[in-house]
């Protein structure tokens, strides 16, 4: 999740006030961000994706100024009426179909604003731009560059200029294969026959979108007037991008102007700071946080979190949403901001009338007789991944590979596929345990996951028990005791031991169990190559049930 | 003086047969009595100082294996000069190593020992030699050894003593040092025997025998050294994260939840779509989900739960939602992957259960695409509560872990505004933690979205919340590496109490 490091006396300069950093500590939480970490002058906070407005000191500010009531209701923001004008070459249909534009004149700049501007670029690429996939900004110096700008295609060998960062021209198929950036984020152009350009009136570049800016308009702390380009296939996207930058930098001290993007059948004007309005009835904020808010109350509260609220109806308000507020969705969402507005830490806890009675899921049940009779029996229990892999799960255990869950990307090869049974993990147990004294009696009860072609999810979660004991004098004759014990004591009867030559055993003194005509499980002396693999020297015999049939 | 105990006397009496000094060896064997309890019998007479223990080290060396072969065929530096000079004592070192057939290993080691022991001028590559050079001590040693088999490195001479550390680095021989011991009646211990001791039987274990015929009361019955440590036995338990496990579940069931279970293994309809989660969203790429190569797509539940989805992803349909106003497909929802939240279980199961009141829990493994470190684990245990009913509220809900959480000892639980995509208004609990003086993140929650219920036909308010186990197991175990929590070391379990 993104965080935020906000130095304490920047801040004051954007609430105007002069506060301690313990008070920004106390109140930052109640806006929904997690305090990360606190300093002599700063606060770190780390912010939800839904509020990616966030990213920015104005964005803190905002909140933080309503929630304490120091400023309240809706924020303004004007848009004077521009000249620039963005020409679209139809080229970009193919690749990056679209492209919003705004000015930002009069802004002062410091290394600071800078810096911080860089971070809400990369938080915006990120919590919006889906990592420059729907949506990527760039930020220019506009008076370096001669408008009316052209966003249109370029041609990878032929077209050029001097990346940001660096000091010589580069083709665009040269930082794609050399620039970091190129490297990064290729994949999103390098299919196209021509790739996105945004140029000036000269053919000087601006940027190759989303790739990176040129250095021509790089930004510096004697910059004073700002061109924003978002370009992307999501029109949503570049709008919501678009807005939390803008009004951040309008909040930065800069005015915003106006841009017409003319496609070549119609023209955009951007960026729209016009508020968004979604109804909100009161009864149902109140019946979902089990509150009796009045109408004033439900407005001050709104207003708090910056948003206007008016009646237009018998407990129904109008509410007004700022264009930066790319996170509401449904009415809802407003329920929400009244609960931060009215304070979470006021809301006081109450008891719901429901009256059920417990019940446990009855393999859970199972599972815990079965563990209180192992236990008596005198084993351990363990506690192993249902993740495993091939080597312990089949070659150790001188099986076949049959068909098992698998995952497509594995994180390591430890943990590439599902198992099927429990006792290979118990035979990894004993081999890690190799300097604890012996006997060792370890057991477990759990899931294994088995492939059915028949189910929703082709495959099933099947309850298991497994049970080893090694030591010297370990043989089929005492797990057969214990499997029978386990048996009996879970009210099992008629069960059938019968023959049976499975290749983790050694034949001769091995035998499945039969319930009702049906194989349940498998009890013997472990195949000493089996010990070997594990590198184990004690004899030790072992039993595995599936219980999934008796639940 | 205390009385001595059987082992103690044979001991004794032994020691005056072997004429008051003897190796323990022959004590052992002379008496009978085991090795361990003549050591143990003497250490207890040296206490009362009947007898002295005299301790001398003697070390054995003997031919390793490759020892063993340089003895039959020659060392390598021998093989190579007898070779030179059967090539007219001057050579190339390849011609040389040729010549004798020296097995590749060698080859290196045999230029070395020859240059070493100064048989051969060399001058480039060029080997020259003007005859045999006599036997060196270090080739007798090795043909002495292999003729004994072993020796006493304490009783040859010191050349031999010095060839034999240079054999031992060159691996040839082994050595093996072992702890002599005789033991010697003391003055007062000569006297005892003088005075006579009388060995009675001894009984250590009371048998059915004794008991039934009463002979228990002519025999001595041995006493015993209480003090002395027995051997340690280990009783069968659960392991200790089962136990708090269960410490949670019952605090589901004794607040009336009922337990559900669902497949680990499930698509990625129930798991996010169901949720109202895009299909673009970060959680759902390879980086943080576990896709499966086999089995790979799974089935859609019916249709109009799957088209009411569909809709409400991409324009809120009836739910009064702006959606997320992109294209849904039923591909991506297909995917089967290893659930990352028990809540895919959860929703699915309200969708089965719309009548109210619903009040489920679970607490169960679920999965996330991370590498292991202390602090992650790519399979982990998440709780789960979910309350379904008319009228309740998120006061409810935040009066519902008050109780919840104080059953497992967190006394002070605070509720902060947070974000999850499938519940709004949200919030996240935070406890503070007296032992360790801080707060911890307990969990997330809320109440589910109308974009989540709706499409399901779930009429009423669902409370519910979630957070991971490993956390609270720590804590309450005194674990700082969650890995340690999967590692099943017996010698923890075993030793970890029951009680805490």
């Given at each position: 999740m993104p965080v935020i490091v906000l130095n304490k006396n920047r801040f004051c300069s954007f609430i105007g006030r002069s506060i301690t950093v313990e008070e920004m500590a106390k109140w930052l939480p109640w806006l929904g961000t997690s305090l990360e970490e606190t300093g002599p002058d700063y606060v770190k906070i780390e912010f939800n994706p839904n509020r990616i407005d966030f990213s920015s000191y104005a964005g803190v500010a905002r909140a933080f100024c309503g929630l304490l009531e120091w400023k309240t209701g809706l924020p303004k923001y004007k848009v004077q009426k521009g000249k620039i004008v963005v020409n679209v070459d139809s080229t970009v249909s193919n690749v990056r179909p679209h492209i919003l534009g705004a000015v930002i004149r009069n802004i002062r700049l410091d290394v600071d604003s800078i810096a911080e501007l860089m971070e809400m670029q990369e938080d915006l690429h990120?919590?919006?731009?889906?990592?420059?996939?729907?949506?990527?900004?760039?930020?220019?110096?506009?008076?370096?560059?001669?408008?009316?700008?052209?966003?249109?295609?370029?041609?990878?060998?032929t077209a050029k200029f001097v990346p940001l960062d660096k000091t010589t021209e580069m083709s665009l198929k040269e930082i794609l294969e050399e620039h970091e950036k190129g490297k990064a984020y290729r994949y999103l152009v390098d299919w196209a026959p021509r790739y996105p350009l945004l140029i000036d009136r000269k053919g000087r570049v601006l940027s190759m979108p989303p790739i990176i800016n040129g250095e021509l308009t790089r930004v510096d702390s004697l910059t004073q007037n700002l061109f924003i380009d978002v370009t992307g296939p999501d029109i949503n996207a570049l709008a919501r991008s678009m807005n939390v930058l803008v009004t951040a930098l309008a909040d930065m001290g800069g005015s915003v102007e106006s841009v017409r993007v003319k496609y070549p059948d119609h023209t955009v004007v951007s960026p729209d700071l016009t508020?968004?309005?979604?109804?909100?009835?009161?009864?149902?904020?109140?019946?979902?946080?089990?509150?009796?808010?009045?109408?004033?109350?439900?407005?001050?509260?709104?207003?708090?979190?910056?948003?206007?609220?008016?009646?237009?109806?018998?407990?129904?308000?109008?509410?007004?949403?700022?264009?930066?507020?790319?996170?509401?969705?449904?009415?809802?969402?407003?329920?929400?901001?009244?609960?931060?507005?009215?304070?979470?830490?006021?809301?006081?806890?109450?008891?719901?009338?429901?009256?059920?009675?417990?019940?446990?899921h009855k393999a859970e049940e199972m599972a815990n007789h079965v563990r209180q009779i192992m236990i008596g029996l005198g084993f351990t229990e363990v506690m192993n991944f249902i993740l495993t892999n091939e080597v312990v799960h089949y070659k150790k255990m001188r099986k076949n590979i049959s068909k098992m869950v698998r995952l497509a990307n594995p994180v390591s090869t430890e943990y590439s596929i599902a198992r099927e049974d429990l006792l290979p993990s118990l035979m990894k147990n004993l081999a890690d345990n190799r300097h604890e004294s012996y006997p060792q009696r370890i057991f477990e009860v759990s899931d294994v996951i088995k492939i059915k072609e028949k189910a929703e999810t082709r495959s099933e979660r099947r309850l298991h028990v497994a049970a080893v004991s090694s030591h010297p004098t370990a043989n089929f004759t005492e797990i057969k005791s214990y499997t029978e014990a386990l048996l009996t004591n879970l009210g099992l009867t008629g069960w059938k031991i019968k023959e049976a030559t499975p290749p983790s055993f050694l034949e001769g003194r091995v035998a499945a169990i039969h319930v009702r005509q049906k194989k349940i499980g498998i009890l013997g002396e472990i195949h000493p190559e089996v010990l070997n693999n594990f590198e184990l020297e004690n004899p030790t015999s072992a039993f595995e049930i599936d219980l999934e049939g008796n639940l | 003086?205390?009385?001595?105990?059987?082992?103690?006397?044979?001991?004794?009496?032994?020691?005056?047969?072997?004429?008051?000094?003897?190796?323990?060896?022959?004590?052992?064997?002379?008496?009978?009595?085991?090795?361990?309890?003549?050591?143990?019998?003497?250490?207890?007479?040296?206490?009362?100082?009947?007898?002295?223990?005299?301790?001398?080290?003697?070390?054995?060396?003997?031919?390793?294996?490759?020892?063993?072969?340089?003895?039959?065929?020659?060392?390598?530096?021998?093989?190579?000069?007898?070779?030179?000079?059967?090539?007219?004592?001057?050579?190339?070192?390849?011609?040389?190593?040729?010549?004798?057939?020296?097995?590749?290993?060698?080859?290196?080691?045999?230029?070395?020992?020859?240059?070493?022991?100064?048989?051969?001028?060399?001058?480039?590559?060029?080997?020259?030699?003007?005859?045999?050079?006599?036997?060196?001590?270090?080739?007798?040693?090795?043909?002495?050894?292999?003729?004994?088999?072993?020796?006493?490195?304490?009783?040859?001479?010191?050349?031999?003593?010095?060839?034999?550390?240079?054999?031992?680095?060159?691996?040839?021989?082994?050595?093996?040092?072992?702890?002599?011991?005789?033991?010697?009646?003391?003055?007062?211990?000569?006297?005892?025997?003088?005075?006579?001791?009388?060995?009675?039987?001894?009984?250590?274990?009371?048998?059915?025998?004794?008991?039934?015929?009463?002979?228990?009361q002519k025999v001595k019955?041995?006493?015993?050294?209480?003090?002395?440590?027995?051997?340690?036995?280990?009783?069968?338990?659960?392991?200790?994260?089962?136990?708090?496990?269960?410490?949670?579940?019952?605090?589901?069931?004794?607040?009336?939840?009922?337990?559900?279970?669902?497949?680990?293994?499930?698509?990625?309809?129930?798991?996010?779509?169901?949720?109202?989660?895009?299909?673009?969203?970060?959680?759902?790429?390879?980086?943080?989900?576990?896709?499966?190569?086999?089995?790979?797509?799974?089935?859609?539940p019916r249709k109009n739960f799957v088209d009411a989805v569909a809709k409400t992803h991409e324009n809120g349909w009836i739910t009064g939602s702006r959606g997320w106003q992109y294209k849904w497909g039923p591909q991506e929802a297909k995917k089967l992957i290893m659930r990352t939240h028990t809540t895919a279980v959860t929703i699915h199961y309200l969708a089965e259960h719309r009548e109210p009141p619903v009040k489920v829990f679970s607490v169960d493994r679920i999965y996330r695409n991370e590498r292991l470190d202390y602090k992650h684990l790519a399979e982990l245990y998440q709780i789960e509560g979910i309350i379904m009913d008319k009228n309740v509220t998120l006061r409810d809900l935040i009066g519902t872990l008050k109780e919840f959480y104080l059953k497992l000892g967190l006394k002070r639980v605070e509720f902060w505004p947070s974000y999850f995509p499938y519940t709004e208004p949200s919030a996240q609990a935070t406890a503070y933690v007296p032992e360790l003086?801080?707060?911890?993140?307990?969990?997330?929650?809320?109440?589910?979205?109308?974009?989540?219920?709706?499409?399901?036909?779930?009429?009423?308010?669902?409370?519910?919340?979630?957070?991971?186990?490993e956390r609270l197991v720590m804590l309450k175990l005194g674990v700082d590496d969650i890995r340690f929590l999967y590692k099943n070391d017996l010698g923890w379990i075993r030793r970890s109490p029951v009680c805490r």
């Open positions: 990120w919590g919006i731009g889906r990592d420059r996939k729907k949506a990527s900004i760039g930020v220019h110096n506009l008076d370096r560059v001669q408008t009316p700008f052209t966003y249109t295609t370029g041609d990878p060998n508020a968004q309005q979604m109804k909100l009835r009161i009864s149902y904020a109140n019946k979902l946080l089990g509150l009796k808010l009045s109408e004033s109350q439900a407005v001050r509260s709104l207003r708090k979190c910056r948003l206007d609220a008016k009646k237009v109806g018998k407990g129904v308000l109008e509410v007004s949403i700022p264009a930066y507020r790319t996170d509401i969705l449904h009415e809802v969402d407003l329920v929400e901001e009244v609960a931060i507005g009215y304070g979470y830490f006021r809301l006081k806890p109450t008891k719901p009338t429901t009256v059920t009675t417990g019940k446990q | 003086m205390s009385e001595l105990r059987e082992n103690e006397q044979k001991t004794m009496l032994t020691l005056e047969k072997l004429g008051g000094r003897s190796p323990v060896a022959q004590i052992v064997k002379t008496s009978g009595l085991a090795h361990a309890a003549v050591m143990r019998a003497a250490l207890s007479l040296s206490t009362k100082k009947l007898l002295q223990i005299h301790e001398q080290k003697q070390t054995t060396i003997a031919l390793s294996e490759e020892g063993k072969q340089h003895a039959e065929k020659g060392l390598p530096e021998r093989r190579s000069i007898r070779a030179l000079i059967k090539l007219g004592g001057e050579a190339t070192v390849e011609e040389t190593v040729n010549e004798a057939a020296l097995e590749e290993d060698f080859t290196t080691i045999a230029s070395g020992w020859l240059h070493r022991k100064n048989w051969v001028t060399m001058k480039g590559n060029m080997l020259k030699t003007s005859g045999e050079p006599p036997m060196e001590v270090d080739e007798k040693l090795l043909s002495l050894l292999q003729e004994k088999g072993s020796l006493i490195i304490e009783s040859i001479s010191k050349e031999m003593k010095s060839a034999a550390y240079v054999l031992k680095k060159r691996k040839l021989i082994e050595m093996d040092e072992k702890t002599l011991r005789e033991l010697e009646l003391t003055d007062t211990g000569w006297k005892l025997v003088k005075r006579g001791i009388k060995a009675v039987e001894e009984v250590s274990q009371l048998t059915p025998e004794l008991i039934l015929s009463k002979k228990w019955l041995r006493k015993f050294d209480v003090t002395a440590p027995g051997p340690v036995v280990y009783p069968g338990k659960i392991h200790p994260m089962q136990e708090i496990i269960q410490m949670v579940r019952e605090a589901f069931l004794e607040m009336g939840f009922t337990e559900i279970r669902g497949s680990i293994v499930q698509t990625a309809f129930w798991n996010f779509d169901a949720l109202f989660q895009p299909q673009d969203h970060p959680a759902r790429e390879m980086m943080d989900t576990f896709y499966l190569a086999q089995p790979k797509e799974g089935r859609l003086k801080t707060w911890i993140e307990l969990c997330g929650m809320g109440i589910f979205r109308p974009e989540v219920v709706a499409p399901f036909g779930i009429k009423h308010p669902v409370l519910a919340w979630g957070g991971g186990l």
